[in-house]
Structure formats: C-alpha cells, structure tokens
C-alpha cells in the first residue's frame, strides 16, 4: 500500500523510522520506508544504516549530491507500491493514528494528494533560533509542503520534482505549481507532523537568501509566476510603479538593521517579509 519516501541530509532518521515501522504494523498495511542520505558525509550515517535492520526498510547514500527534489524523485523511482508518504527527515508524527489516518483517506476518498500539515511545539526554544521557531507556528503550519504528503505514485512520477532545481529553496512551489496547472486538487486534512530541527537565526537567514536566488531562476525561467507566490506578485507591482529600484536601493541602505532585529529575540515577520521582497528587488 504504502511507498514512505524519506530524503536525508546530515539528520539521523531511525527514531521516526522507528515510530512509522510501529505504525504501519499497527494498521496491517503492506509497507516499505526507503531513506536516503544526499551525501551529506555525514557521521550520523553510522547510525542511519541500522535502517537497514528494520522489516522492509532501507537507507541509501548518495554518491554526489542531487537536492532535494531530485533525491525524492530517485527515491520515488525505487518505490514499489502505489501511494507515496513523503516525509522530512526532521519529523515525527504528531499522533499515534498517523498512519492509519492516511489509510482510511486511501480507502475512503478518491484524493489522489493529501497534505496533512506541520506543527511546531508550543515551547520557545532557545534565543538563537527564534526567527525560524516564529515564522514556522505563523506561517509554515497554514502553508501546503511537501514534508507530509501522500500522492498516487503514478501522479508524482509524471509531474515529478523539476530536475533542473538542484539549489535549497521553493521546490515545493514549483511542484504545486506544476500540478495546478494539471487540474489537480491537493486536498488537506488535520494529520500533522511535528517539525523538530530548528535552525539558527543565523542559519535559517542565510538559506532564505539561496531560496530567494533560487526563486528569482524559476521566475527567470518561466516555472513559477505571480499567481504562484506573494513576493513576484509584489516585486512585479513594484516594477509596474517603477520602484522596483528604489525598493533594492532603500534594502541595501536598511539590511544590517533589518538583520539585527531578525537575529534578536523579538524578531519581525513583518520586517522579514519587507526583507524577502527587497532581497529579490536586489537580485533583479
């Protein structure tokens, strides 16, 4: 029945692959969880490769690094049954019925995607990781990602993971994308995952800058539009009053204050939205 899809990079698994193996005997379900490190080279791999001890497990290293998208496409290549759970390594189901919540959708509905939701925990982490803690309770839980998901496998095999995107950030958008406009309706129930690894402020700062590059060469290439995302809706209305410039000059004259508060312990989304559309002005 299900094909669960993990892809790796520098996380060890084997606690939540324990958890969905426990799960999936529960339900009685025929089963495979197939995990696969993106050659991060990383020493958490020693205990990763226990995987490969467990009922109908694997783990798998890449020999070069793919991203993201391209290591779920290859996995998916390795399934063999008919639905896909794709799963971040850094999850871990938020209820003991998870996988028995997305047999029932199988047996019950005729949704061939169902996203089932990211939480955060309640508690406030440490001061250095804030940004990414609030802007994932705030935004990241009402938002549709790929980090639960359960898809027909012939679906995601032909509208697969654009293998041109190879850099972090916004494949998610892209593949969406790329199935709205295929007519599919991605449906969404109430089956969270917790998501557990919270990065540095610092850290989280850095890799929204590549996601952004990464979002400006999918805008460039025609993969993504204004429909598709808030910040080319807004860079786009910016250029049409011509300000577009001026919003790139006034980023760079404001950037290290911006960056100061969103490192702080009381960081702004709002200034980090304003940070994400200057940020792409800049890069235009």
């Known amino acids: 029945m299900f094909s669960i899809l993990i892809p790796v990079y520098n996380y060890t698994v084997l606690s939540l692959v324990n958890e969905l193996v426990k799960q999936c005997k529960a339900s009685g379900i025929t089963f495979e969880i197939l995990c696969q490190d993106d050659a991060s080279n990383s020493p958490k791999n020693i205990l990763n490769q226990e995987v490969n001890l467990l009922q109908n497990c694997s783990f798998f290293i890449n020999e070069v690094n793919l991203g993201r998208g391209k290591n779920i496409n290859s996995l998916a290549q390795k399934a063999v049954y008919d639905w896909l759970l794709i799963l971040d390594c850094d999850t871990f189901p938020a209820d003991a019925t998870f996988i028995q919540n997305y047999v029932d959708v199988i047996s019950n ?7 089932g939701g990211i939480i955060y925990e309640d508690k406030k982490p440490e001061k250095e990781q804030l940004l990414r803690w609030i802007y994932g309770q705030k935004r990241e839980t009402s938002s549709i990602l790929t980090s639960n998901l359960l898809i027909k496998k012939d679906v995601f095999l032909q509208y697969s993971f654009d293998n041109s995107i190879t850099k972090y ?7 969406f994308s790329l199935l ?3 007519n599919f309706e991605i449906s969404r129930i109430e089956n969270p995952t917790f998501h557990l690894n919270l990065e540095t402020s610092e850290v989280f700062l850095n890799k ?37 410039k001026f919003s790139s000059f006034l980023f ?4 290290i204050k911006i960056e100061r508060n969103l490192l702080s312990q009381n960081p702004s989304l709002l200034l980090f939205d304003l ?5 792409f002005c800049r890069l235009k």
């Open 252 to 255: 760079k004259k404001n950037q």
């Open 169 to 175: 950030g916004y494949e998610d958008l892209s593949f």
């Open 208 to 244: 929204t800058k590549i996601a952004l590059e990464n979002l400006f060469f999918l805008y460039n290439s025609d993969k993504i539009s204004r429909e598709d995302s808030k910040i080319i809706k807004a860079f786009e209305f910016l250029k049409k009053l011509k300000l577009a």
């Open 275 to 279: 940070y994400k559309l200057g940020y």
């Open 109 to 115: 509905s005729s949704k061939k995607i169902t996203f």
């Open 180 to 182: 709205k406009k295929n």
